[in-house]
């Protein structure tokens, strides 16, 4: 089954307000095709889901949940575990690029001997371990129920951006070999591009916190 989480009639009983719905996917009218051509997360198969007339019985409406509240509650789950991911993506990035700089010598020394190299290295540690705080700090939120909705969209907004930044410091530490995947840097940067889009896109999740801050939604 795909689940769907879709506006409604906006005349109709829900007013045009989001509902779940469970659709089989030989329901007729229903394909997912899947997306070639990928160069980000390209192990995983990512396909496009289409409805065309699809018609569904009225008991595919998940019960009880009526608007945004459902599918925030999933995507809270998401978002909430890719912070900590996207710390683990930019942990290993930190890592490769630390050992390389310690082995390749340029100039009778490590590169990591080189006071740039070092500035490099040290931004990306403090990037990296600051990240892994905020994980922390909303895990101990969670744990004691009091996680709000725009502290995930800090979480997980800052970490992707902060992984993405630390993949690309990496992958000019490792010169020519970053671009290779002989090293794990340019893998995880190119998958952080759809960390940064989904699950809410960075663009999005800035608003969310923007609304939190100045109580005005600059949603359309
Ligand atoms: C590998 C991968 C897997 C995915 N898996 C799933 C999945 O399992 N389930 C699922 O539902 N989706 C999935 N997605 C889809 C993903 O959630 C969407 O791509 C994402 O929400 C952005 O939507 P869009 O691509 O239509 O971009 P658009 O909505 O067209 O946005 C394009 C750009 O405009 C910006 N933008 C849009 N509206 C505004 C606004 N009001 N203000 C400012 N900027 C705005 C966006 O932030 C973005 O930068 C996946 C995407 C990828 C790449």
């Known amino acids: 089954v795909a689940v769907v989480w879709a506006r409604t009639d906006p005349d109709g009983p829900d007013a045009g307000k989001v509902r779940g719905f469970v659709v089989p996917t030989d329901t007729a009218g229903f394909s997912a095709p899947e997306i070639h051509r990928k160069v980000s997360l390209r192990a995983s198969v990512t396909s496009e889901l289409v409805m065309d007339g699809v018609r569904l019985p009225a008991e595919a409406v998940l019960p009880e949940v009526v608007g945004m509240r459902g599918p925030l509650s999933c995507l809270n789950e998401a978002r909430f575990g890719i912070s900590f991911g996207a710390c683990g993506a930019a942990r290993a990035c930190y890592e490769a690029a630390l050992a390389y700089a310690g082995e390749r010598v340029q100039f009778d020394q490590p590169i990591a001997a080189?006071?740039?190299?070092?500035?490099?290295?040290?931004?990306?540690?403090?990037?990296?371990?600051?990240?892994?705080?905020?994980?922390?700090?909303?895990?101990?939120?969670?744990?004691?129920?009091?996680?709000?909705?725009?502290?995930?969209?800090?979480a997980k907004k800052d970490n992707?951006?902060?992984?993405?930044?630390?993949?690309?410091?990496?992958?000019?530490?490792?010169?020519?070999?970053?671009?290779?995947?002989?090293?794990?840097?340019?893998?995880?940067?190119?998958?952080?591009?759809?960390?940064?889009?989904?699950?809410?896109?960075?663009?999005?999740?800035?608003?969310?916190?923007?609304?939190?801050?100045?109580?005005?939604?600059?949603?359309s």
Request: glycine fraction near 8%; charge should be positive.
């Open 160 to 219: 992707v951006a902060m992984a993405l930044e630390v993949a690309r410091e990496a992958r000019s530490v490792l010169g020519a070999n970053g671009i290779t995947t002989e090293y794990p840097v340019i893998r995880h940067m190119n998958n952080l591009e759809s960390v940064y889009t989904y699950e809410g896109t960075n663009e999005v999740h800035t608003l969310i916190l923007g609304q939190a801050i100045t109580g005005l939604s600059a949603f």
């Open 114 to 154: 080189f006071q740039l190299t070092q500035r490099k290295l040290v931004e990306m540690m403090v990037k990296v371990q600051r990240g892994t705080l905020v994980a922390l700090h909303i895990g101990r939120r969670k744990d004691a129920g009091t996680l709000a909705t725009p502290q995930i969209s800090f």
